[in-house]
């Protein structure tokens, strides 16, 4: 029995074997159908060279011609159809010297990373070709380096870091012997550049448990080279309501958040990242860690900084993590919420929350109710409903109407203002209006701020 691919792939087929050339899927896809589940994206591999995909396509953009891959456009969807290859030398440990196409497929799936991802399926029948026992992994769920593993990791260190990726994603172990070559071959991963390593965390912080990519990380040596911050938390005990190392919550922390968001998971991972370096004693010889917050969040920046993730991702995490020590007490004003919600902003409150309810299943692994946090989930709820000025933007006044009605020049002085009037409006939101704004505008201007 073979599989049933989609009407576009039987018509690429088609042209190529009208040419005479064959037609596989290969890579990802092919992983997924085994194991029952829905392909992401059609990777495609052919005999034919890529100059003769161009002549049988109309539309193709050549991908990474060189490398032999080319993308097809076909019926609005795009498929990248990549020439069987060998790949010759890794002297760099990152990428072959040179590539050299093959008519054999067998040569192209053996030159793969793992046997899981060197199976292909023959488009026009649907067969299974699978050399390297790929199915027999995917049935037994395990990540297996194709031939001797030690070699594989020394040709390309992402290798590394693509077993744990695997492992994880699919809910799979690693063999034995192939776990075994990621530990004598760890420092590979130094040879990989941060992009290419801040992809494979992106994909791991989506798996259901990000935590076992961490451990998987640690147990193999990877994790003191890329992360050597978290690496630094295990052993560091921590007392009270905690029953883990700093290592253990924060990956804990990690998995709290139920939600595949990789920026709120990066912020729950790094939140007490800061506790080893910031750790002293208190009178009774505990250990305490004063200020870790902010050590926390020095740290997230520098690390996600030096991984290139986007700096909105770096603005956001390193924000939550430096918040993350909130606390609410029901004798607070409604201007004491509003403050609060103009600090850490009315976008990010509910993910402080998330990542509170996180960090505090992390401490013992039990959940702690989440009636807890409802108090002042209502309170700000109420101050949000109430549409009182939260920021500049819902001031009644603004920096054009303070030059025309009050002659306050643009500039730093003006913002100054601006602040003042805002923070009277969130002490007392019946201020906001125009007149009384302007008023107040004018007097604090010449009695404060004026040059004459
Ligand atoms: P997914 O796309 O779901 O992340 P994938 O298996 O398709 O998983 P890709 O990175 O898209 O992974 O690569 C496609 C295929 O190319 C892989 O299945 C594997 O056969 C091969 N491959 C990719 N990267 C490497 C590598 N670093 N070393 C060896 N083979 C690789
Ligand atoms: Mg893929």
Not at 75 to 98: C, F, H, L, N
Not at 354 to 360: K, M, Q, S, T, V
Request: glycine share 10%; net charge neutral.
């Amino acid at each position: 029995m073979g599989f049933r691919l989609p009407r576009d792939l039987h018509d690429i087929h088609a042209i190529l074997s009208g040419a005479g050339y064959g037609c596989h899927l290969v890579g990802g896809a092919v992983r997924s159908l085994v194991l029952g589940r829905k392909p992401k994206d059609w990777d495609l591999a052919t005999d034919a060279g890529p100059e003769e995909v161009r002549r049988l396509f109309r539309r193709v953009i050549p991908t990474g011609i060189r490398h032999g891959t080319v993308t097809i456009l076909f019926r609005g969807s795009t498929y990248e159809i990549t020439t069987y290859r060998i790949e010759k030398g890794y002297s760099d440990g990152r990428r072959p010297d040179a590539v050299e196409y093959t008519p054999s497929l067998e040569e192209d799936l053996k030159r793969r990373d793992f046997t899981i991802n060197a199976m292909a399926v023959e488009i026009g029948s649907g067969e299974l070709v699978d050399p390297q026992g790929g199915r027999l992994d995917c049935a037994r769920g395990i990540v297996r380096a194709i031939g001797n593993p030690e070699e594989r990791f020394r040709e390309d260190g992402l290798r590394l870091l693509r077993a744990v990726r695997f492992a994880v994603t699919l809910d799979f172990s690693i063999e034995p012997e192939t776990s075994g070559a990621m530990k004598s071959c760890a420092d590979g991963i130094l040879r990989i550049s941060p992009e290419r390593i801040q992809m494979e965390l992106e994909e791991i912080l989506r798996a259901r448990t990000p935590s076992r990519a961490f451990s998987l990380m640690a147990e193999t040596g990877l994790l003191e080279r890329i992360l050597p911050e978290l690496s630094a938390g295990v052993g560091v005990t921590q007392k009270g309501r905690h029953r883990f190392d700093v290592f253990t919550h924060s990956i804990m922390a990690c998995d709290g958040i139920r939600a595949p968001d990789p920026g709120l998971r990066l912020a729950a991972l790094f939140h007490d990242i800061g506790k080893p370096f910031v750790a002293s004693r208190d009178e009774e010889g505990v250990r305490i860690f004063h200020g870790h917050e902010e050590k926390s969040a020095e740290l997230a920046s520098a690390i996600l900084g030096r991984l290139r993730f986007p700096s909105g991702t770096i603005k956001r995490v390193v924000h939550l993590v430096r918040e993350h020590m909130f606390s609410y007490d029901p004798s607070w004003t409604d201007a004491a919420v509003r403050r609060f919600l103009i600090r850490v902003g009315e976008e990010n409150w509910e993910d402080l929350f998330l990542l509170r309810l996180a960090d505090g299943y992390a401490c013992r692994g039990e959940w702690p109710d989440p009636r807890s946090l409802d108090g002042f989930r209502g309170r700000i709820l109420k101050v949000l409903a109430e549409k009182d000025a939260l920021s500049l933007k819902s001031l009644k006044i603004g920096g054009r109407d303070l030059t025309a009605l009050c002659d306050i020049p643009p500039g730093p002085a003006m913002g100054r203002v601006l602040e003042f009037l805002l923070e009277a409006v969130v002490d007392d939101p019946a201020l906001n209006e125009k007149e009384t704004l302007a008023e107040m505008a004018r007097r604090y201007y010449k009695s404060r701020l004026s040059p004459s």
